[in-house]
């Protein structure tokens, strides 16, 4: 009996972590950028608990910056307010080392999979801003 209990958790265990997967998307490229910040994206995750961007900062080396809010806008207009940033604490000065480059993750809450959306910052150094679209591959015709 305790045998199956512990067999019945083990396969709980196991879905929920399966349904929180989610999709991630590659591919997705900076259009157009304003400001002195620039953001690189490798992929974004869709979960079934948050929106991950992954990427980076790119800044001018040996200076510093500070973010104080960092928000995703959808082509409709509706804006996410990041829920959490690791790479760099919000309100909080940070250093931009000699590669001029920060790792970040960014989370917002949860949407649907999107191919455009635009990225904001604001700080007391001013706004960055990125409108960042996916590229699409075309088949090959044979």
């Not at 910040?37 to 990427?55: K, L, N």
């Not at 800044?59 to 996410?80: A, C, M, Q």
């Not at 917002?108 to 960055?128: E, H, N, Q, R, V």
């Amino acid at each position: 009996m305790r045998y199956n209990i512990c067999r019945i958790l083990a396969l709980a265990a196991v879905c929920v972590a399966g349904t929180m997967q989610g999709r991630t998307l590659k591919g997705y490229a900076v259009a157009t950028q304003a400001g002195d910040m620039g953001v690189q994206i490798d992929s974004v995750a869709f979960r079934d608990d948050v929106t991950r961007i992954y990427g980076k900062l790119t800044g001018k080396p040996h200076t510093s910056n500070r973010i104080d809010r960092f928000s995703l806008v959808l082509p409709s207009g509706v804006e996410y307010v990041a829920e959490d940033i690791d790479g760099v604490d919000m309100e909080r000065w940070f250093q931009w080392e000699e590669s001029g480059e920060i790792m970040l993750e960014v989370d917002f809450p949860t949407m649907k999979p999107i191919d455009k959306f635009g990225l904001k910052t604001s700080g007391p150094k001013g706004a960055s801003e990125w409108n960042v679209n996916r590229r699409t591959y075309k088949a090959k015709k044979k």
